[in-house]
């Protein structure tokens, strides 16, 4: 049972970056970290890991990787400065931001991580599991 996987084409804000995903599992997890609210002006609204042989890029010259922890980089456009992607260094995976796709019509929003941090004039009206900070094992 479960959603199908979803085959994704993406884009930043100037184009100059494309994205092709494919075989992504549907469930969508927001993030409310407080580095993630820095990076995408809000909650980071993610798709599900995808490893590099996953992905597609063109323009790839145009990404810029910033180390922002230890343990993970963050990725946009240097032409436009579109939020891109969070990449988990310890498992080489990479959380692509759900607005940079259109056609995410077989999404799911299913949880929600580090809700210790969500500020208190926003919430989802969406059902979601949510996490204090990230899922237990």
Known sequence: GGAE???LSGR???GQVTIELT???????ACHCSMCRKFHGGPF???AACSRDQITFTGESLIQRYNSSNWA???FCRQCGSSLFYYAQETAEF???TGLFQEL???VFTEEIYTKDQPLFYHFAERTRRWLELPSS
């Open 95 to 97: 959380f692509f931001a």
């Open 5 to 7: 996987k979803m085959n």
């Open 23 to 29: 075989e992504v599992h549907p469930q969508v997890t």
């Open 45 to 47: 609204l993610a798709l």
């Open 73 to 75: 980089q963050r990725g």
């Open 105 to 107: 019509t077989e999404a």
């Open 12 to 14: 930043c804000l100037c």
